[in-house]
């Protein structure tokens, strides 16, 4: 059994700052990726926005480039998101999905946590 939890979410005024976490804890074989995606009001869709490989590459969403850092603690399975410069348009529900593998012959599985509501006053 794996469980990826959130944390970190709330309410801030615009140009604040925010960090979430996460972490994942189970029966894991390896993590090869965590990230941070998004789902904003009246939109169907979760939009990525920061991911972070194993071997430590980051990738951001234009959106968020220069705002927003991706980071690990890898030996507690943790990522956080610093989130600098909140803009009213970051107001989402913010899901951290982990991809990892359960067993060392197994396939890659993904895992998301319930997320966490981020809102943003202007």
């Known amino acids: 059994q794996v469980q990826v939890v959130e944390s970190g979410g709330g309410l801030v005024q615009a140009g604040g700052s925010l960090r979430l976490s996460c972490a994942a804890s189970?029966?894991?074989?390896?993590?090869?990726?965590m990230g941070w995606y998004r789902q904003s009001p009246g939109k169907t869709q979760r939009e990525w926005i920061a991911?972070?490989?194993?071997?430590?590459?980051?990738n951001y969403a234009d959106s968020v480039k220069g705002r927003f850092t991706i980071s690990r603690d890898s030996a507690k399975n943790t990522v956080y998101l610093q989130m600098n410069s909140l803009k009213p348009e970051d107001a989402a529900v913010y899901y951290c999905?982990?991809?990892?593998?359960?067993?060392?012959?197994?396939?890659?599985?993904?895992?998301w946590g319930q997320g966490t509501q981020v809102t943003v006053s202007s």
């Open positions: 991911l972070l490989y194993s071997d430590g590459n980051t």
């Open positions: 189970g029966s894991i074989f390896s993590i090869t990726g």
């Open positions: 999905g982990v991809d990892l593998f359960l067993t060392v012959s197994g396939h890659q599985i993904r895992y």
